[in-house]
Each structure stands twice: as C-alpha cells, then as structure tokens.
Nanobody
C-alpha cells in the first residue's frame, strides 16, 4: 500500500519561497509517476507539477519558471521548490503517486485515475 506524507508548508509573503517534501513508501517498482496538486478554497483541485517514471517533468502554465519539482537520487522523496510565490498560490498542496500511468495529463486539466494515491496535504499561505 502506497503512503505519502507531505511536509514543508507554511505562511510567507509574496515573493518568498518554500520547499515542500513528500516522503513515499510502499512502491513496488520504479514505474511510479509522482506529482503535486493544490486546491484553493472554493476552487477545484489542479495539477501543479509532475515527475514521471523516466524523470521527465511537466508544469502547469501558472507555475512555470517559479516552481521546480525534483526527486531524491536514491530515496522515494519528492520535492517541490516554490519560488517567487504569489497570493494566488495559496492552497492545500497534495502529493500524488500512481503506477504505469501517463501522468502528464495531471497538469493538463485531467483528473487522476481512482487508483492514484494521495497524501494528507500541507497548507501554503501567501500574503500580499
């Protein structure tokens, strides 16, 4: 059973930076795609960034050039570096993982499969 635990959220002023971490366990092989989603109050959940099983990355247009997704070289730990934060980046950030899927769709507006595993979320609040 896949388990995902996020950490690193917080409150910052606009222009600030944060580092989110997602510790994953229960992976059975190296075919997992991992990604970050966020959900603001009153809005739908949206895909922010993904890192697929071949280490290709993709970002939502709203965060390109400001956010960077990466993975620990030897452990199943996913990172999201959030730079030049804006108030509209405020939301609950979730880590997600799924096996043998084309997860680039996650940042193209498509909902993940029901098989996707989710973390509990970590709050990011950006004040102006």
């Amino acid at each position: 059973q896949v388990q995902l635990v996020e950490s690193g959220g917080g409150s910052v002023q606009a222009g600030g930076s944060l580092l989110l971490t997602c510790a994953a366990s229960g992976f059975t092989d190296n075919s997992y795609c991992m990604g970050w989603f966020r959900q603001a109050p009153g809005k739908e959940r949206e895909g922010v960034a993904i890192l697929d099983a071949d280490n290709f990355v993709r970002y939502a247009d709203s965060v390109k050039g400001r956010f960077t997704i990466s993975k620990h070289s030897t452990k199943n730990i996913l990172y999201l570096h959030l730079n030049n934060l804006k108030p509209e980046d405020t939301g609950l950030y979730y880590c997600a993982a799924d096996r043998d899927v084309w997860c680039h769709s996650w940042v193209l507006g498509e909902a993940p499969d029901p098989s996707t595993s989710w973390g509990q979320g970590t709050q990011v609040t950006v004040s102006s």
